[in-house]
Structure formats: C-alpha cells, structure tokens
C-alpha cells in the first residue's frame, strides 16, 4: 500500500507500507522551525492510521534540515521506541548526521525547563506555598546545623579559619558601611528628636526628648536599621558571590579537592559580620543621639551638656549589652541566610538574582521576628 502526500508548507511526506507492520515515511523537501508543527501533526496522523510494528524514516529527499527538523526527527525515534516499534533512519547525508549529532539524546527524556503552568484553586494554591515555606524552613535549618558545627569546629581549631578573609569581609561589611549606616542614623535621629520635640514641647518637658531619643535608639532603632542596612549592602552581597560560584561550579571543585564549601566560604563571612554588626550598632546609636543633640541645641533651647547629661542619665549598662546581644544575633541571621540563599542557587543569572533578593527580603523578615522576640523576653525579664 502506497498513499503520497502532495508538498505542504516546504515538506512532503510519501507513506507506503502495510497496515501493522513495516512503513516507511519518505521525507522530502524542507524540515525546519517554520514547518515543523505541521510536520509533527501529519506523522502523528500517519502513525495513528498505520499503526506500524517496524517504522523506517527515509531521509534521501531532504533537501534543507536545520536544528529545530532533527529535533522533530529524533524526537519520532524517541517516541516510536517507547512505543516499542523498531525504528531506522535511511538514506541520511552526512550534513544532516552531523546536524543531528549535536542534540543529546538524553535530553529528550528530561523534563521541561518550563512546565505548564497551572493555577488551581484557592485551596491548591494555598497548598502548594505552605509546602514550599515548610520545605524552606527545613533547607534552613538544615543549613544552621551544619553552620553551627562548622563554627563549633573552628571555635577549637582557630588555625583552621580562613582569617584574611575574615579581615577583608569586615572591611567590605563594616568600614565600607560607615557612611551609609551614620548618615541614616544621624538624619533618623534628628526626625525622631524633631518630632517628639513637637509634642513634649506643649508640656514644657524638652528635656525629655534626650530620654526619648535615647531609649529608642539604642534599645531599638539602632540595632534594627543597622541589622537592615547591612542586610541590603553585605546579606544580598553574600547570597550573590556564592550563587555565582554555584552557577560556574566553583563550589563543586571545593567539594572535589576536600574542602567543606561552608567552613571555607560562609564561616569567614560570619564570622566577620559578628565582629562588625555590633560595632556598626554603636556606631549608629552615636550618630542618633548626635541626631537629637542637634534638634535639642537648635531648636530646644538646651545646651549640649544638658542633653548629653539627660541621656546619660536614661540609660544603663544592660541597655547598651542587651542592645549588643541582639545585634550579634542579627548578623548570624544576616550572613547566614546569605550564605544558605547563595548555597541553593541552580541556573544561571536569573537564579542568582532571585537568591540576592530573597536573601534580602528573608534577612528582614527574620530580624523583625527575632525583634519582636527579644522584646517578649526583655519584658518578662524586668530587662
């Protein structure tokens, strides 16, 4: 049995054969991106007519094959040997073998970098976000414990630690961030000072704006605008080298040579952000106070001694270690979670763009959390 197929859209395909058994496809003319979705649809409706046990492809008149037509091609073998049908290729030139040769063969079984997408319900929807918070969660933790080990391990053996670059990624996080970290806090300072002055002044009690100012930025506002400035510059900075060494495979050739890729990248990382977070929050708490100096001298009418003296008299030793200790806590959280956002990179840039952001925006939620936390406890605590 014999059936032709007149040239359409630049191919033709001739079928001859028996129903069941042997056929054979005889392709002619060109196979390319432009026709190869009408060529795809008439030898799936061949096959489905024929039905054969044993399919040959006949190659002989082809007359233009570029990647996109072998693709097709090797894609029908591919499928008629799933079907468990014994396939073969004839009268295939040497140019269009070479073509063919680039494409892997196995990648046609991989699935799809792009899948369909689906939306589903609500409930779905819902579902699918609450797993990958959880599966998240757990990658964290994971990544904690093996940080903690690498930390504990390097606690009794300091030789071990890679110190020159702990020295080099203090001088990236702290010194490079002085600027950005007193003029923020300087002009949150004067705000802060300008508008609670506005409402104490009605009282008569602008010697309390220093009691104010002074409380709220050393307690509070100066560990956490500290701890999210340093997440913006260095968290996201840590997320981005790591994931461009998973995207070139440096990390992998760490692995290969022994070395353990968090001891040897994420611990001088924080390390160093433990060392500078604190500095950086005392550094802050100067410029906010300096902030309200400002606003009490100009425009409160008190004296630099008087405003100074009022904010040494509200504060205590435990305001400024309680204040230490959560800005410590907020670098392991910070570098940690640039390292572990960086460690899960897998593509190319998009991926290291997406990890940079989420190790921002997880970094803040984290210091918030952990915020609102210390001040459960403080409380509790009469601190």
């Known amino acids: 049995m014999k059936k032709a197929r007149g040239p359409r859209n630049g191919h033709s395909i001739e079928v001859s054969g028996d129903r069941g058994k042997h056929v054979t496809l005889a392709v002619s003319g060109r196979l390319s991106l432009g026709n190869l979705e009408a060529f795809d649809a008439e030898v799936q409706a061949r096959l489905r007519e024929m039905i054969p046990a044993t399919l040959t492809v006949d190659l002989g008149g082809v007359a233009y094959l570029d990647s996109a037509g072998a693709l097709a091609l090797l894609q029908l073998e591919s499928e008629s040997r799933r079907r468990s049908m014994t396939f073969e290729f004839i009268n295939l030139t040497d140019k269009a073998r070479g073509i063919m040769g680039l494409i892997d063969p196995q990648a046609l079984t991989a699935p799809p970098l792009i899948t369909e997408r689906r939306t589903g319900t609500i409930l779905e929807q ?6 990958k918070i959880l599966n ?30 702990v020295a080099f990624y203090m001088k990236r996080a702290g010194v490079d961030g002085l600027p950005i970290v007193g003029l923020i806090s300087l002009l949150l300072g004067l705000i802060l000072a300008f508008m609670s002055s506005l409402q104490l002044k009605q009282f008569g009690a602008n010697i309390y704006v220093a009691s104010l100012l002074a409380i709220a930025i050393v307690k509070e506002l100066g560990p956490i605008m500290t701890a999210i400035l340093v997440a913006g ?122 990890a940079t952001t989420s190790a921002v925006v997880a970094a803040i939620f984290l210091i918030i959390v952990t915020d609102s936390a210390f001040a459960l406890v403080f409380q509790y605590l009469h601190i």
């Not at 819902?126 to 797993?131: A, F, K, P, R």
């Not at 053996?157 to 670059?165: F, G, I, L």
Request: aromatic share 8%; proline share 3%; hydrophobic share 50%.
């Open 233 to 354: 510059r260095s968290g996201s900075a840590f997320a981005a080298e790591i994931g461009t060494m998973m995207v070139n495979e440096e990390v992998d050739a760490l692995t290969s040579m022994g070395f353990s890729p968090v001891r040897f990248l994420a611990v001088p990382k924080v390390l160093a952000t433990m060392i500078v977070v604190p500095l950086l929050t005392l550094y802050a708490d100067l410029f906010g106070i300096l902030g309200g100096v400002i606003v009490g001298v100009l425009g409160l009418d008190l004296t630099v001694y008087t405003y100074l003296k009022e904010t040494q008299r509200s504060l205590t030793l435990l305001d400024i270690i309680t204040s230490l200790i959560k800005s410590g806590v907020f670098a392991v959280l910070i570098s940690g979670i640039g390292c572990q956002r960086g460690f899960q990179v897998r593509g190319g840039a998009e991926a290291v763009g997406s």
């Open 136 to 165: 998240d969660f757990k990658q964290v933790v994971m990544f904690l414990g093996e940080l903690l080990t690498a930390l504990a391990y390097d606690l009794f053996h300091p030789r071990s630690v890679r110190w020159d670059d």
């Open 126 to 131: 819902v579902g699918d976000e609450t797993l």
